[in-house]
């Protein structure tokens, strides 16, 4: 329980009503244990004609009120002080009862019987009402960049395992105005729902109690979201959709920092890019030191993948092996200058290669079809024949991937629903096709490693999209990117003001990198130039590297 007694921040405000009530219990004992000393003392004084020193006085009231005896004072021959001595005895008792019941039961029931107790003071916050994704990795994303939030929940012991690990959340219907209000609805700022068919319900319910709400919604399919615009809801994202979007557009759709709205500057945008080292590469099996990316006074190598494993600012005695992806910042051009010298290095889909098959037909599958050049010729395969794939079949049988030519296309998009089946059908894929560039779509952001591992060269997580998503629209312009394997944010130039870029690269153990910052409206990416107090730069990394790194440097 991460929140019963670790009061790091004693601000009132920053406090749950179970903290309040531990402080209020703990300073009304220290007082009533203080005024009996007090007053025994002077009645032993007074009344007795027996004096005793403050420290015996409250030695006795101690004894007293845990009722253990009375040492050599007693009997008393005062009435006063009998009474005295018997209120006492009973306030001990009746303490003793408090006691359990506002520390010890919560113990071992380890969960509050109340959950609103352990909410803190909330305004100007975040709602979540109802997330049927991985509701940690969104809570904790809120909790690093610090934001308050409320989660609602409709599934009681749900709530109560989030609440017992820290969380801030409360058990209730959503679509509930009383339970929607038990989460300070009327002071939060933004309400986020994942709510399927019920989110209408929720936002409608929620507009009601606070007409100035910004909404965001997560949808199943893009279908709906002039439906969810129509009852006030800002922004309405369909993940698998604009996941698909990404695999079909990766090679040709830069991650990029936009310019300050009305600048003109010449300057290149920075952009992060993901390039692929694929087997027949005249680089592969080079270390990263006898590449062109090395030392390069304009490029920084954020990361790579190598083997399914994510490795921040790679060593430069790591080998090229097939189907690294190299992960570089910099400018636009000289990353394309870049690839064009290393002959081989190019997003699947960059060269508009002959065929794509794309397996699994559903939102994500359709809309990486869409998004496919028109001079592309797509192969679809699907289990149902409602979605009307060119191919009919279970696409984890070789038969299947076989009727679709799969060892002439040039790569495969993998988009389906289940991440059991997506790992097998990039198994079998790979073993069919040993060259065929693989892209695919997991649900768990737990399952991308073993992805990769089964054969993937690039993947993305539905979880992991949603997460950042909801970070980007709570902070804005920070977060450029959310839909990639690294990520990249705009931060204050103030932990780093006399630096040169080349220093602040040089510790790899950080996990995340600063790739360039922004002076006037210019981009600069050179090792020589140094940071100055009025610079914005621009930070790479990770997901639990920028979640580091804005818990520890940036603070503005």
Known sequence: MRDLLSFNDLDPENLSQRQRLILVFFAGLTSIVLLFTSVYYWGMRTLEGNPRSIFQAFNTVIETMTTTGYGADSPWSSPLMNLFVAAMQISGVVIGFITLRVLVIPLFERTPINLDDQLSSKNDHVVVAEYRRDTELLLDELETLDVDYVLLESDAEE?????DDGYQAIDGNPEDRE???????????ILITDAGDSTASIVLTALEANESLRVISFTASTRRKAALAEIGVD????PHALIGQRLAEKATTPVSVERPTGDTSEGDEIVIREVLIRRENPYHGARIADSPIAGHPELTLVAGWF????RLSPAPDQRLTPNTVLVVAGPENVIDELRNEMQGVSGALRAAPARIVVAGMGEGGMAATEALPAATSVTTVDAAAATEPDIVGDVTEPETLEAAEIDEASALIVTMSDDATALLTVAMARSLAPTLEILVRVTDSEKAAPAFRAGADYVLSVQQLCARLVAAAVHGERIMDPVSQIRLVRADAAPFVGESLASTRAHRETGWTVVGLARNGSIYTDDGITIESD???FIAGSDSAIQKFERTVDRY
């Open 159 to 163: 709530a109560k395992r989030l609440s």
């Open 179 to 189: 339970d929607l209000e038990r989460a300070s609805i009327g002071n939060a700022a």
């Open 235 to 238: 922004r309405s994202v369909a």
């Open 307 to 310: 083997d399914g494993e994510l």
């Open 535 to 537: 610079d914005e730069v």
